[in-house]
């Protein structure tokens, strides 16, 4: 049976169109709507690389059902930012070098402008938390964790 | 439209009735595995996790119980208030998947999935928790020791959904614990809580992916209960042995791809025994 839903994703409205019941927000980010940043890898809510925040919330897009994700926010990397103009969160990444070979870096940029919404100053063992849920396999972590206090460390001298 | 998305309890009690064998989504982490592997097909969806009434929860002061609505999600369990009633659920729930898994997965899911290492199911189990079922036809309740029947089997009947989970608050120490590969996003090779009810002078223990359910230990907790001195917390280093090895005959776990049974049998014996020991800490 075929599914036509609207999910608004980054802002816009952006319809679906033929889906098959069962796709996850995962696919329809990437195959229908063509948003390639969040990455498609162990379709279990393992890895991390596809997350993406609903409502604000940092989820697992391939474990959301997206015609469940109907009238709710969805913001893919692609909203964070326009191209060339990088958010803070995304300029520290690549000044700490926490991104090698970037293929766990969209999910961990959007686990990342989660964390700091919630906790503005967290705590080496908040940000290992935080990042749980999202895998490298390049760089050990240290660089991404640093990143991370980059941030918080810049908007800290930014608000005072 | 074969997605509905309820937005009340109503709503998703028709749909289901009207299509009583479609698939029930809560927060979507276990069945949309199964969807993305393709263990799954579907042509009809109730989500449920919109339900306003399932993602409430009361706390009853003079029954001393939280009542979780079903859809009531792991990132709420895990923080206060709720973790102060319920520092087991709140310590499992901090274990259950990650992040990004604990801000979308439901304690009615975790029920309902019926997984035999499904970390708050023991953690329900331990507390006799108590598990309400509604359908068009109307509710029932069931112990949540009788909820499960075998690994992924339950007494749910098509067309009925997990409303809400009743846990009493608890009554004295009580702590959860899990062996796995690493700390986050991990499925349980064994776990394990203990409850203490201090005015009843009893301990609960239940155990998770040791047997095809949750299993309680009867003869551990009999133990515990005679020998333990509750209110001063003090247990002698022979009944914690005593009690870890009756944990440790309670268990039924089998060889698979997670872990053996040996190893599992001598991971309960720690951890019951651990667990004990932090819930009395006196010698």
């Not at chain 1, 075929?2 to 608004?8: A, F, G, K, P, V």
């Not at chain 1, 991104?99 to 969209?106: I, M, R």
């Not at chain 2, 609505?69 to 259950?96: C, F, K, M, N, S």
């Not at chain 2, 089998?254 to 190893?263: P, Q």
């Amino acid at each position: 049976m075929s599914e036509q839903y609207t999910l608004r994703v980054n802002g816009a409205d952006r319809p679906v169109q033929d889906a098959w019941v069962g796709e996850s927000l995962l696919y329809v980010l990437r195959e229908r709507l063509g948003l390639l940043a969040a990455k498609g890898a162990c379709e279990q809510g393992e890895c991390g690389s596809c997350s993406v925040l609903v409502d604000g919330e940092v989820v697992c897009s391939c474990l959301v059902l997206a015609a469940s994700a109907v009238g709710q926010e969805i913001t893919t990397v692609e909203g964070l930012a326009e191209p060339g103009a990088p958010t803070d969160v995304q300029q520290a990444y690549v000044d700490a070098g926490a991104v090698q070979c970037g293929f766990c870096t969209p999910g961990l940029i959007m686990a990342t402008h989660a964390l700091l919404e919630r906790t503005a100053a967290p705590s080496e063992l908040e940000i290992r938390e935080a990042l749980s849920g999202n895998v490298c396999r390049c760089t050990g972590y240290g660089r991404i964790i640093e990143a991370v206090q980059q941030v918080a460390a810049r908007r800290g001298e930014a608000g005072r | 439209m074969s997605v509905v998305v309820a937005d009340s309890l109503e709503q998703a009690l028709d749909a289901l009735a009207a299509a009583p064998h479609a698939t029930v989504l809560a927060g979507g982490t276990d069945v949309m595995v199964e969807l993305n592997l393709g263990h799954r097909r579907t042509d009809a969806v109730v989500a449920v996790a919109r339900v306003p009434e399932l993602c409430s929860w009361t706390y009853d002061a003079r029954r001393a119980t939280v009542r979780l609505g079903a859809a009531v999600r792991y990132a709420e369990i895990h923080a206060d208030p709720l973790a102060a009633w319920l520092p087991a659920l709140a310590q499992a729930g901090r274990t259950v998947g990650s992040p990004q898994i604990r801000a979308a997965a439901t304690v009615g899911g975790n029920l309902a999935t019926s997984s035999p290492a499904g970390d708050g199911i023991t953690v329900l189990a331990a507390l006799d928790a108590t598990v309400h079922l509604v359908s068009s036809a109307g509710r029932r309740d069931v112990p949540v020791g009788q909820f499960t029947v075998g690994p992924k089997r339950n007494v749910l009947a098509p067309g009925e959904l997990i409303e809400a989970i009743t846990v009493p608050v608890a009554r004295g120490w009580q702590g959860f614990s899990k062996v796995g590969v690493r700390n986050a996003m991990v499925i349980a090779t064994a776990n394990a809580c203990l409850a203490v009810d201090e005015p009843a002078g009893s301990v609960a223990l239940a155990l998770g992916s040791v047997g095809p359910v949750i299993l309680r230990c009867p003869e551990a907790e009999a133990i515990a209960a005679a020998q333990c001195d509750v209110a001063a917390r003090r247990a002698s280093p022979a009944t914690v042995a005593a009690f870890a090895e009756a944990a440790m005959a309670a268990a039924r776990p089998i060889d698979d791809h997670r872990s053996t049974a040996a190893y599992r049998r001598h991971a309960v014996r720690v951890m019951a025994g651990r667990l004990l020991r932090r819930a009395m800490p006196h010698e």
